[in-house]
């Protein structure tokens, strides 16, 4: 078989709707708002206030998201795409810093009458 004769087919290649680097707006603002404030509400307070000067409707997705997420929970610092290596690491188990061990005691279930008569019937 001579490489010359064999076909070499080449790959059907995604068609792009718009151009991101042409296009006056971005992906990620073309995306709803609702959407948009959903991402948004992944991200880390330090990243949230650079995206607030990225572009205006940026701006008004962050400005929702700090009501209505940020007011209420903060994200985890914690990559948002893990790869298979990360799942083997016990990321989300990190303990906070001089954060206090709070021990639960387990509180019986016999009051001290009913081992005060337990004892007496099984040491006598």
Do not use: W
């Amino acid at each position: 078989m001579d490489i010359d004769s064999v076909d070499v087919v080449s790959p059907k290649k995604k068609r792009v709707v718009g151009s991101c680097f042409g296009s006056e707006r971005s992906f990620m603002e073309s995306l709803p708002q609702d959407v948009l404030i959903k991402v948004l509400c992944g991200v880390e307070h330090d990243d949230l206030k650079r995206l607030f000067h990225v572009s205006k409707p940026i701006r008004e997705a962050v400005i929702i998201a700090k009501k209505m997420h940020f007011a209420y929970s903060t994200p985890k610092k914690v990559p948002a795409f893990r790869c298979s290596l990360d799942q083997t690491l016990d990321v989300d188990e990190v303990e906070a810093p001089n954060a206090p061990r709070q021990s639960r005691v387990a509180r019986s279930r016999l009051s001290q009458k009913t081992l005060a008569h337990l004892s007496v019937a099984l040491f006598s």
